[in-house]
Each structure stands twice: as structure tokens, then as C-alpha cells.
């Protein structure tokens, strides 16, 4: 990679700067090697912690987990604001599984499957609760940078 760091999210192309104050995570110390990342998504409101003040670093993160922080960049990169208005219940309503979308991620949800960028594990379910793999992860951020017209 010439010319450009190896250092988590310090060449993101939104044009995020890298964050390397004290952690607001219990769980998350200033020496670990993804702590500017954590701090960096965290504050730009791309992330949250959980209520008892802890990151959780090392979980799994679910789908509709994902989908949220997704949906919070494409607030960064304007794609949501050129999205037409729709409700969740309106843009989910083809996925059997859409009662199983917590209500904190529904709309996160809803913006990404509208957007393009996440689809169903299958033609008509989402498995929100299921995890995503690393591989998923890199094509999701892909196409929110390609829907974003940023690659």
C-alpha cells in the first residue's frame, strides 16, 4: 500500500479524522491496536456502546448490528439524503423475519436494504440476528462507498 498508512480508518475515504483521545469504553484501553478506530467511529456517531459503558471489542457483531453502522455512514457520505422518504415497514415488509429487527435497528435497517447496499440472506428473510463474516463486511462497505459515488 504506498503512500497510504496501514493504520485502521486513518486514509478513510469519507475523510474521517483519526481520533486518538481517551476511550470512552470501559472495556477499550488507549493501547490496544483498534482503539483510535473505536474512538474515530465513535466519535463521529458511527458507533455506540452498550448501556453498562463497555465496547464489547472482541463479540461478533449481528447483522442488524452492522446495518446500523452502515446506515449511520451513509449519513456521513450524504447517500441517505438523497434516498427517498419511506417507512421501515414499508421498504421490510417482503422479509418474513422483520419482526425479529429490534426496534433500535429498524430503521438503520430499513435504510441500508433501501439503499442497496445489504440484502436478505435469502429472497425473503434477513436473519438480523445472525452474524455477518468479515467477507460480507468488506462487500458492504464496497458498495456504501460505490453508492456514495466515493470509489
Do not use: C
Not at 23 to 36: A, H, I, L, P
Not at 58 to 74: C, F, L, P, S, V
Not at 103 to 114: C, E, F, L, M, N
Amino acid at each position: 500500500m504506498s503512500g497510504i498508512s496501514s493504520t485502521p480508518w486513518q486514509w478513510m475515504p469519507i475523510g474521517l479524522k483519526l481520533e486518538n483521545n481517551s476511550t470512552s469504553f470501559s472495556d477499550v484501553k488507549g493501547t490496544d491496536w483498534y482503539s483510535s478506530a473505536i474512538q474515530t467511529a465513535n466519535a463521529y456517531g458511527l458507533i455506540d456502546g452498550f448501556n453498562d459503558g463497555t465496547f464489547r471489542p472482541n463479540d461478533k457483531i449481528t447483522r442488524e448490528q452492522a446495518m446500523t453502522i452502515i446506515a449511520k455512514a451513509m449519513k456521513l457520505t450524504g447517500l441517505r439524503d438523497k434516498m427517498a422518504a419511506q417507512s421501515a415497514e414499508e421498504t421490510l415488509h417482503s422479509f418474513r423475519d422483520t419482526a425479529d429487527v429490534a426496534t433500535w435497528a429498524k430503521s438503520g435497517v430499513a435504510d441500508v436494504v433501501q439503499a442497496g447496499i445489504v440484502s436478505g440472506r435469502s429472497a425473503d428473510t434477513l436473519v438480523p440476528k445472525g452474524y455477518m463474516t468479515r467477507a460480507e463486511v468488506a462487500a458492504t462497505i464496497q458498495r456504501l462507498l460505490k453508492q456514495s459515488g466515493l470509489i
